[in-house]
């Protein structure tokens, strides 16, 4: 895939954290009816990037879940794309990277994004520290009424980031 310098630069600009300021008054959630399409669409973002570097980048529901109240742009633009693009970068070549998703209850949804790069005691800081690379993706996780953490895999060597939100941000507000 060929990528044009305003391409580029336009990509540039999403990862760029002055960019991703977020406050809980920055998000617009609505019902999101079809959500295997958008975590496929974000897996898709990278797919390219990943089979360059031989990285096995794979996308598993435990079930389907059939609608959500989130802003949903602001969740894929500033925290799944961001988590994404943290670990394909630093996932060494032919290592993987996996999105899981499940419902922890029946109100909220838990999201997995495992890779076999990033030491796992690294990777809690990143979220507290204001010039840290995923500080202002737990602000938007927060925005949505979530918790954002590392945690444990003995599946993968690297890290663990789990996301849990709320399936109903409306009913929360």
């Known amino acids: 895939m060929m990528h044009s310098a305003a391409g580029t630069t336009l990509i540039d600009n999403l990862f760029d954290p002055d960019n991703c300021k977020m406050d809980s008054a ?28 031989q990285i096995a980048l794979s996308l598993a529901f435990d079930e389907e879940i ?3 109240y989130w802003d949903i742009h602001s969740l894929r633009v500033r925290v799944l794309n961001k988590i994404l693009s943290n670990a394909i970068a630093n996932t060494p070549e032919g290592g993987k990277v996996a ?5 922890s ?12 790069g990033i030491p796992a005691a690294c990777g ?15 602000l938007c996780v927060q925005a949505h009424k979530g918790s954002i953490s590392i945690v444990d895999d003995a599946e993968f ?6 996301i849990d939100l709320p399936l109903y941000l409306l009913c929360m507000q």
Not at 29 to 42: S, W
Not at 105 to 116: M, P, R, W
């Open 26 to 53: 920055a998000i617009n959630p609505c019902a999101v009816y079809n959500l295997r399409q958008n975590f496929e669409f974000v897996r898709d973002t990278f797919l390219s990037d990943a089979q360059a570097r």
């Open 66 to 68: 059939s609608v959500a």
């Open 99 to 103: 999105i899981r998703i499940c419902k």
């Open 105 to 116: 209850d029946d109100y909220t949804i838990c999201i997995k994004v495992s890779d076999s």
């Open 124 to 138: 809690e800081r990143l979220f507290y520290d204001p010039s840290g690379s995923l500080y202002h993706t737990r």
């Open 157 to 162: 060597s690297g890290t663990t980031v789990k």
